[in-house]
């Protein structure tokens, strides 16, 4: 298995994982967007991260600033259906080449064990039951991406601008969640959710009128 660590020991797998297995569509594959339906029929209509608004905080997906505590984010995730406490989990990141354009710097996806099962058929039973802990649940996992974004961003290495009125506005980052595809798992008489679960870092400007945005 290739794989590299980052975010703290957290393990994050290479997008070609499982190496050598054919699959209709791989969960490290950052260019479909999973959904409630069999991974070949495609994507969402509209790109949640392209399409996000740039002026505004908030919008078709759940967005995240900077000042977002620890507690209210939890919360987030509890008010999403997603267990934070999970930690049979594989993470897949994708790095954007032309932020300005592509409308983010990073990409983390979790697929919790079931999900790498039942909906992209990368594990069998045994494998799925067996898959190895991460040194942290899915909720953590999420928070310290957000720390190292935050990090970098205030280091000068998450850069991108927008022209108004002649002047260039750097933007300042924010973090879009979404729940991908919901698992139902049940498992000792009890039913609980697994998925896909995608994060990222963007830019945003506030500092622009919103009745200047273009969408």
């Keep these: 298995m290739t794989k590299k660590n980052v975010l703290d020991g957290i393990v994050c797998l290479k997008k070609d994982w499982p190496k050598g297995m054919a699959l209709d569509i791989y969960p490290g594959d950052f260019s479909l967007w999973a959904q409630d339906s069999n991974p070949r029929t495609g994507c969402f209509l509209r790109d949640p991260i392209r399409d996000a608004p740039k002026r505004r905080a908030r919008g078709g997906v759940f967005y995240l600033n900077t000042m977002t505590s620890r507690d209210s984010f939890q919360q987030e995730l509890f008010n999403a259906g997603i267990n ?71 280091a000068g290495r998450r850069d991108a601008y927008e022209e108004f009125e002649g002047e260039r506005i750097r933007g300042r980052i924010r973090f879009g969640l979404t729940v991908e595809r919901s698992v139902k798992v049940e498992s000792h008489g009890n039913v609980h959710n697994d998925g896909v679960y995608r994060m990222w870092s963007q830019p945003y400007y506030p500092q622009i009128p919103i009745y200047n945005e273009k969408r």
Excluded: H
């Design 84 to 154: 934070s406490r999970k930690t049979r989990y594989a993470v897949f990141m994708a790095r954007a080449a032309n932020p300005q354009e592509e409308n983010y710097f990073r990409q983390l996806r979790i697929v919790t064990n079931y999900a790498l099962r039942d909906y992209y058929g990368a594990l069998n039973e045994d494998e799925c039951e067996e898959f190895p802990r991460q040194v942290c649940g899915v909720g953590e996992a999420f928070w310290r991406f957000m720390g190292e974004e935050v990090n970098s961003c205030n």
